[in-house]
Structures are given as structure tokens and as C-alpha cells.
């Protein structure tokens, strides 16, 4: 494991944790829990495959597949799981999935005995450059995307690119609607980079933004946490609707291009910089206009409930100071560049 990279995450400058970068990593989870821990409670799905010894006694609580998934009704049984088997406060969680897991089962962890300690081991390219780290998580609603939920960070992250080897192409991709956001943040071109530099390369990107605003404090500005969720208004208003065959990544992807359009719509870039955009875009192969059939008032009306709007429809824009939080966006203009990118080629 000479490869192997560690990053570490010290959110709002408190305790820091490590993030393990490699193949085989995993065998490092023992030695990353918790000496007092006696049990851990290992939170998978039956359809990941990918199997970790936390080398202390353990059991295997299995959630469903899909979005569906991510709800307050398996927080709830994985709570009342877990009280049934005897887990203490003292004891752990490891969560060993996709961002399905990780978010449900970190926010299980933050509510069980009012916070128990979580370790991560993402299974896909998503997980690993983003839904792993900085310790969001939380459940969805039928009225969106992750509107319950608590900021809980791990104690450690294992991004073992073994898991990586199965990975179904379509998640693979899903990944890369994510990279694509960070090469926006900070104009670092990541393509070219073999894979755990790569990932390390967005792990520190987001460590960084996590070590300054770790909850998205609305006092920070316009440049806080939030900008995490660049292409991510749109992307959770298309995956709420949940009519489309969309991944994650794949709806950031559109909506990447969505936020430079509007971006552009509102005077703050050129037709250049949505240039750009598009170009990044179809260069990781992903998907940049709406998919066929999308209502642009009901997604106007969904983007409305983003965890972003406090102050009106609000996005995370590109402009003359880079990426920032712009709240106060006119409706009309928000609607006028769905149908645009629509009717894109």
C-alpha cells in the first residue's frame, strides 16, 4: 500500500480525521476504529459485494437498494436494529456502500444514543470524491432531497479503490458529473490524473471548503459551504421529480450547464465560460441538456424548496469572483433557461 494517499479533513478547524486513498485500504479499518468500541454495527447493502473486517465482534445490518432507500422509515429501523443487538454509545458504525449508505446510515449514527461514532468506506466514485466526506447526512422527503438530516462527521474514510473494479458503468459515471464540479471551483483540470490522485484531488478540495464552513453557515456569505452544491439545484429538483433515468452525477452534469446558461442570463459570464462548461462536460461523457418530457414549472417549483432558498430561488452561479451563492433569482429567467437548455443540441 505504498500508493496509498491520506488526506486530512479538520472540518471548522476542529478534529481532523483521515481520509485513506488506495487500493486495498480497507484493511486499515481495525486500526481507524475506536479502541473502546466493542461492537460495530456494519451497514451495507446485500447487493455491494464488498466486505470489511472491523477485527472486533461485528454485525451486518442490510438496507435496501435506491433513492427509496433514503428515508426516515430506515433510520428508524436501523435504530431500533441496532438497540435490539445491544449497540452502546461507545460502540461504532461503518457504513460500506454508495452515498445511500452513508447518508442514511451516518445520520442513523447521529441520532442513535444522540450520536455514536461512524466510519465511511464509500464503494463508488461518487461516494469517494463526495457524498463520504465532510460529514453531511441526512434522508429524503417526498417534497426533496435530503430535508432531514444532521451534520455528523466520521472519524475516518476509506477510499478503497478495490470497490472500484465492479463498479457498473453507468455509476462510474455518476462520479464524474462530480469531478466535473470541482474542476469549476477551482479551475484544476483533474482528467489527465491517474485514479487516487484523482480522488485525493477532490478530497482536498472539499476538505479545504469543509475546513472553513462546515455547516453551511449562513453568516460565512456567498462563498461558504454551499458552493459544494454547484449543479445541484436543478440536479435534486430532477432527481425529486423522479421521473427521469438519471444518476446523481449525470443530473449535476445538466445542471452544471444549467447554472452557467443562467449564469450567463443573468450577466455575470460570457458565452465563453458556458463554453467551457459544455465542453468539461461532454468530455467526461455526460449528459449536459434536460432529459425528454421534463416540465420546466414543475421543476422551477421544486428548485423553490432547495435547502439553499432562504432568500427566494437561489443558486450556486459562476461570476466575476467565481462560484458563489446568488439568492433572489428572478423566476422568469430561472424558467426562460430550462427551456434553453431543453432545446440544446
Not at 452525477?249 to 442570463?265: F, H
Request: glycine residues 12%; contains cysteine; proline residues 5%.
Amino acid at each position: 500500500m505504498t500508493d496509498d494517499v491520506v488526506v486530512e479533513v479538520r472540518p471548522g478547524g476542529g478534529r481532523a480525521y483521515p481520509v485513506v486513498v488506495g487500493a486495498g485500504v480497507r484493511c486499515r479499518l481495525p486500526a481507524l476504529l475506536d479502541p473502546a468500541a466493542r461492537r460495530v454495527a456494519v451497514v451495507t447493502q446485500a447487493t455491494i459485494g464488498f466486505e470489511v473486517d472491523p477485527g472486533r465482534e461485528h454485525e451486518v445490518f442490510a438496507i435496501g437498494d435506491g433513492e427509496a432507500t433514503k428515508s426516515l422509515a430506515t433510520v428508524e429501523d436501523l435504530c431500533r436494529a441496532w438497540s435490539r443487538w445491544g449497540l452502546t454509545r461507545a460502540d461504532q458504525v461503518v457504513a460500506v456502500g454508495g452515498g445511500v449508505v452513508t447518508d442514511t446510515a451516518g445520520f442513523a449514527a447521529a441520532v442513535y444514543h444522540r450520536g455514536v461514532g461512524v466510519v465511511h468506506v464509500p464503494t463508488t466514485l461518487l461516494g469517494m470524491v463526495d457524498a463520504a466526506i465532510g460529514g453531511k447526512t441526512g434522508v429524503n422527503l417526498p417534497e426533496g432531497k435530503n430535508l432531514v438530516g444532521a451534520f455528523w462527521q466520521p472519524t475516518a474514510v476509506l477510499c478503497d479503490t478495490d470497490a472500484l473494479g465492479t463498479l457498473p458503468e453507468r455509476e462510474r459515471r455518476s462520479g464524474l458529473g462530480e469531478m466535473a464540479k470541482y474542476h469549476f471551483l477551482t479551475g484544476e483540470d483533474l482528467s489527465a490524473q491517474p485514479l487516487v490522485p484523482r480522488i485525493a484531488a477532490c478530497v482536498r478540495i472539499k476538505a479545504a471548503v469543509v475546513a472553513a464552513d462546515e455547516r453551511e453557515d449562513l453568516s460565512v456569505g456567498t462563498r461558504g459551504r454551499a458552493i459544494l452544491n454547484y449543479g445541484h439545484t436543478l440536479a435534486h429538483a430532477l432527481e425529486t421529480a423522479g421521473r427521469y433515468d438519471l444518476r446523481h452525477g449525470e443530473a449535476v452534469a445538466i445542471g452544471l450547464v444549467y447554472a452557467a446558461e443562467l449564469a450567463a442570463e443573468l450577466g455575470r459570464i460570457d458565452g465563453a465560460r458556458v463554453d467551457q462548461h459544455r465542453r468539461v462536460v461532454d468530455a467526461y461523457g455526460l449528459p449536459s441538456v434536460l432529459p425528454p418530457g421534463a416540465d420546466p414549472d414543475d421543476l422551477v417549483t421544486l428548485m423553490r424548496r432547495d435547502k439553499k432558498a432562504v432568500h427566494g430561488l437561489t443558486f450556486v452561479l459562476d461570476g466575476p469572483e467565481g462560484i458563489e451563492v446568488v439568492p433572489g433569482v428572478d423566476p422568469g429567467a430561472a424558467r426562460l433557461v430550462l427551456d434553453r437548455i431543453a432545446g440544446a443540441a
